[in-house]
Nanobody, 121 residues
């Protein structure tokens, strides 16, 4: 099983990035998927979660209105569209999958390797 997070990079404040989380070895439509991030010197925090069908999403207060999580189960991929980025969004972003999403992304069965996002001021 592998979750491949990609799409990170260096962007100026106010810019946008789209992260992708591509799964192999599992059928992602059976899983809730969450995005998490860890800023330098800080603990990892939850950013967003999407349930297995895509009908339910949630966001951290710090990203509401700027980030959008979505999924394409046919492509076995979940996305995180990040707009209006600011330096506080800098960190390593990880995706994780929870079978059936019972805990709504609080506990996860599989983790990706992370993709780095750097927002310059």
């Amino acid at each position: 099983v592998q979750l491949q997070a990609s799409g990170g990079g260096l962007v100026q404040a106010g810019g946008s990035l789209r992260l992708s989380c591509a799964a192999s070895g599992i059928t992602l439509r059976h899983y809730a998927v969450g995005w998490f991030r860890q800023a330098p010197g800080k603990e990892r925090e939850g950013v967003s979660c999407i349930n297995d069908s895509g009908a339910s999403t949630s966001y951290a207060d710090s990203v509401k209105g700027r980030f959008t999580i979505s999924r394409d189960n046919a492509k076995n991929t979940v996305y995180l569209q990040m707009n209006s980025l600011n330096p506080e969004d800098t960190g390593v972003y990880y995706c994780a999958a929870e079978y059936l999403g019972i805990s709504k992304c609080l506990t996860n069965d599989y983790w990706g390797q992370g993709t780095r996002v750097t927002v310059s001021s």
